[in-house]
């Protein structure tokens, strides 16, 4: 008997985005988020003026260096982290009532997550036009899901008319948020549907923002999870966590070079010199 391929999971992609199993989410009051998100509008206005900075800091010492600066990196994931919290809590899922925190950090009891894995080397060259010429097909399908503007008619230099694409995501959300309105539920395939289309999106925030040279594979990875289920990077401290090389607090793998085992344990030993230690020099005859 023949035996039927095993299906291969989707590789993964540097950019991690999720949201609760379920929405989470009452009747009326997406009514009225829009009036309070209001203080969130200011804080990721001010946040995207020093993201311009920081990402033309970026880009230029990755054409020097090969390597993203570790705050500036950390800067930017912060902001795509605050910026997901609030399209989840808003318009672009609509899919939980909990108010989105002030922060840059991630938040593991916040149903909306994000991570983007940390790059150590980066293309010099790459850095130079996957921004703008390499990412233009992608940017064509983004528009289709979240909308544009197109079209202006002028008549003495005034617009008279002009023509908009709401965009795919809003015309689903507006229809799962009324079917909520309504007999209270919201439609899980649509949100299936819309988590996808979000997930495209980041990825390829991410890729603008020259944080990987992974290009974003032409894929709407659809549900709250993403592909394969790995469990989410430990928090600083957590059961798990380890800093990363040469941070604080960071040790080699036994066995690995540099590492020492810790005193008293088996096989450990006092350094050459110390109390306890063998003296330096030759040994005894």
Do not use: C
Not at 179 to 205: A, C, E, H, K, T
Not at 248 to 257: L, M, N, S, T, V
């Amino acid at each position: 008997m023949a035996t039927q391929p095993v299906p291969q999971s989707p590789q993964p992609y540097p950019v991690r985005l999720e949201g609760a199993s379920t929405p989470q989410v009452s009747r009326a009051l997406w009514l009225i988020k829009w009036l309070l998100a209001v203080p969130h509008y200011f804080a990721l206005a001010l946040l995207a003026i020093g993201a311009v900075f920081v990402w033309l800091y970026a880009l230029v010492t990755i054409v020097a260096t090969g390597r993203y600066p570790r705050a500036a990196f950390d800067y930017l994931l912060g902001v795509l982290r605050w910026s997901w919290r609030v399209m989840y809590y808003l318009y672009n899922a609509g899919a939980t009532d909990a108010y989105p925190p002030f922060t840059l950090a991630d938040v593991p009891d916040y149903p909306a997550r994000l991570d983007v894995e940390y790059p150590e080397r980066l293309s010099q060259g790459l850095a130079l036009v996957k921004w703008w010429l390499l990412a233009i097909p992608h940017h064509v399908l983004l528009a289709l899901m979240f909308g544009f503007t197109f079209g202006r008619e002028r008549v003495e230099g005034q617009v008279v008319r002009e023509y908009n694409w709401p965009g795919l995501v809003p015309i689903f959300v507006l229809v799962a948020l009324l079917s909520v309105l309504i007999n209270g539920r919201y439609p899980q395939r649509l949100y299936d549907v819309v988590m996808g289309m979000n997930r495209w999106r980041f990825r390829v925030l991410a890729y603008v923002l020259l944080m990987t040279d992974v290009y974003p594979p032409f894929r709407l990875d659809e549900g709250a999870r993403e592909p394969g289920g790995a469990p989410w990077p430990p928090e600083p401290g957590a059961p798990g966590w380890r800093p990363e090389p040469g941070a604080p607090g960071w040790r080699p793998e036994p066995g690995a070079p540099g590492w020492r085992p810790d005193p008293g344990a088996p096989g450990w030993r006092p350094e050459p010199g110390a109390p306890g230690g063998t003296p330096p020099g030759p040994s005894g005859s």
